[in-house]
């Protein structure tokens, strides 16, 4: 999520029992691997520089968010919570917790813990947005867009943000909203045609056909290989009786 990635920035002043030997080495390739999707190999690193450094709660929160990404959700949860005991104050620790509760649909909770974020810093996108995620999968869509707005008003290039009010923009019937929101993300990234195909979609409920099959043509003269917009021209065609 849009989200944050990385966890704890390495500092040695905040992390002082971080040994420069072995637990070290371990610590930075893990964090380095954790940065590339190597997500076992991370956390099998994280637990040798915790035989080194047993306290050290950047390495906690490092290896939870490593068995968070696993899916291993008890185990990342009870790491957060020995990291934090730790190191209270650490916000991004609090955040990948309330997503671990959210992917366990623990919503309550994980809306308490980025409440307590915002508490600290109002201007939190991660937590603003992962109170939007959970809005929207309560079925809470005006809340979704309240909250992504937010959040679009710190970050307003998010492309993850923007496809979230989207949604939520569409769930309510909000279909000019929403191929506003489609325009703001292909400006970002024009090549997306899951994103031309949603755009398309609406113009086509609003009965705008030939706008509709404006985009899917102009779409499928650069990528004739997407069969879903060659479906969904198929339906703009058929809609004008052009059989």
Same mark, same amino acid.
């Given at each position: 999520?849009?989200?944050?990635?990385?966890?704890?920035?390495?500092?040695?002043?905040?992390?002082?029992r971080?040994?420069?030997?072995?637990?070290?080495?371990?610590?930075?390739?893990?964090?380095?691997?954790?940065?590339?999707?190597?997500?076992?190999?991370?956390?099998?690193?994280?637990d040798?520089?915790?035989?080194?450094?047993?306290?050290?709660?950047?390495?906690?929160?490092?290896?939870?968010?490593?068995?968070? %990404?696993?899916? /291993?959700? *008890?185990?990342? !949860? #009870?790491? @957060? +919570? $020995?990291? &934090? =005991?730790?190191?209270?104050?650490?916000?991004?620790?609090?955040?990948?917790?309330g997503?671990?509760?959210? %992917?366990c649909? /623990?919503? *309550?909770?994980? !809306? #308490?813990? @980025? +409440? $307590?974020? &915002? =508490?600290?810093?109002?201007?939190?996108?991660y937590?603003l947005?992962?109170?939007?995620?959970?809005?929207?999968?309560?079925? /809470?869509?005006?809340?979704?867009?309240?909250?992504? +707005? $937010?959040? &679009? =008003?710190?970050?307003?290039?998010?492309?993850?943000?923007?496809?979230?009010?989207?949604?939520?923009?569409?769930?309510?019937? /909000?279909?000019?909203?929403?191929?506003?929101?489609? +325009?703001?993300? &292909? =400006?970002?990234?024009?090549?997306?045609?899951d994103?031309?195909?949603?755009?398309?979609?609406?113009?086509?409920?609003?009965?705008?056909i030939?706008?509709?099959?404006?985009?899917?043509d102009?779409?499928?003269?650069?990528?004739?290989?997407?069969r879903?917009?060659?479906?969904?021209?198929?339906?703009?065609?058929?809609?004008?009786?052009?059989y």
């Open positions: 999520a849009g989200g944050e990635s990385g966890g704890f920035a390495y500092d040695p002043r905040r992390s002082a971080l040994s420069l030997g072995t637990g070290w080495a371990y610590g930075k390739r893990g964090k380095a691997y954790s940065m590339t999707g190597r997500y076992e190999e991370a956390a099998a690193d994280f040798r520089a915790l035989i080194d450094n047993p306290d050290d709660a950047w390495v906690m929160a490092e290896r939870a968010y490593a068995l968070g %990404e696993l899916g /291993r959700h *008890d185990e990342a !949860l #009870a790491g @957060f +919570d $020995a990291a &934090l =005991a730790l190191n209270p104050g650490e916000l991004w620790a609090r955040n990948q917790r997503k671990v509760l959210v %992917e649909e /623990r919503h *309550d909770e994980a !809306l #308490a813990e @980025f +409440d $307590a974020v &915002l =508490a600290v810093d109002p201007t939190n996108t937590a947005s992962m109170r939007g995620m959970v809005a929207y999968q309560q079925g /809470r869509f005006a809340d979704c867009v309240r909250e992504v +707005d $937010a959040a &679009l =008003a710190l970050a307003p290039e998010d492309a993850w943000l923007l496809s979230y009010r989207a949604a939520a923009n569409s769930a309510l019937g /909000r279909r000019r909203e929403a191929i506003s929101d489609y +325009d703001r993300m &292909l =400006a970002l990234d024009p090549q997306r045609a994103w031309h195909f949603f755009r398309a979609q609406h113009y086509l409920a609003l009965g705008e030939e706008t509709a099959l404006a985009v899917c102009a779409v499928l003269a650069e990528q004739p290989d997407v879903y917009l060659r479906h969904l021209r198929v339906d703009c065609l058929i809609q004008q009786g052009r």
